[in-house]
């Protein structure tokens, strides 16, 4: 079975957030760095997507326990596996190898879990971030016409990394957390290319995040504008994710519900974070307020982002097996 083809048949549930789930390992700089980079001339501490090279079992182990909690899409641990993201690190040319190792520790987990007994197709989306470089806004206070990257530096940037995760298997790209619609436009010109290049049917989710209390993007957009922004585009689902909690997302959900062609998603943080930057909500206060999206028939792709865990996933999961999947003409 396809993703198109589930999607139909149920309310998907997306895993949830990887960065919380490798923090409780507790890595220093020389889990990051493991044998191969134990040389390396540039501090790694940080560089979660590395992980998947020197901490490959971590990841799949990550990955199994979202799929025990009944997870059906993986995200595969590459929200900064783009040329852009990994010069932070000096570590550009490692972006094909990294993307395929992810790919392939997210199989591995689902081939783990099919061995063990458990049931259901199980989908991998190759999770696209928006890179650290904005296209619509400059860095610069004092020089408001520059930009730090352009469009063309982010669709070859975007291609390679779609390309590897492509050639690597996955049933889906995920271009997630778009704070700046231009960066996503570069991002869905270089996934189309690279699809139509594989000559595999690929879908495309997106997934942009409300910076704040403003209902906007970063880049000044309203939800509606996002969506009619990206609509042109031949996209699975468009939801949002991140910045906010369920219960402060839920008037974006609704003017998507209202307004788009497509699947909907969200995967919102487990609530607003502390002041230590830490998420309080538990598995329990986070599934009650996803029901509210689930009675009101919102969504089509339901998961976490920051904060969560696979027992916020399991929580959403079991409930969301009860109801029936937003319908939408397409």
Known sequence: MTIQQAIKEKILVLDGAMGTMIQAYKFEEEDYRGERFKEYAHPLKGNNDLLVLTQPKAIEDIHYAYLEAGADILETNTFNSNSISMEDYHMGDLVVELNVAAVEAARRAIERYEAAGGQGPKFIAGSVGPTNKTASLSPDVNNPG????????????????????????????????????????????????????????????????ITDASGRTLSGQTTEAFLISVSHSPLLSVGLNCALGAKQLMPYLQTLDAKAPFAVSAHPNAGLPNAFGEYDETPEQMAAQIKDYLDLNLVNIIGGCCGTSPAHIKAIADLSKNYSPRTYEH
């Not at 930009?147 to 975007?158: G, N």
């Not at 010109?189 to 997106?206: C, H, N, P, T, Y």
């Open 146 to 209: 520059y930009r730090a990257v352009t469009f063309d530096d982010l669709k070859d940037t975007y291609f390679e990394q779609c390309v590897a995760l492509i050639d690597a298997g996955v049933d889906a790209l995920l271009i997630e957390t778009v704070f700046d619609t231009l960066n996503a436009k570069a991002a869905l010109f270089a996934a189309q290319d690279a699809i139509d290049a594989s000559g595999r049917e690929v879908a495309i989710m997106l997934s942009g995040t």
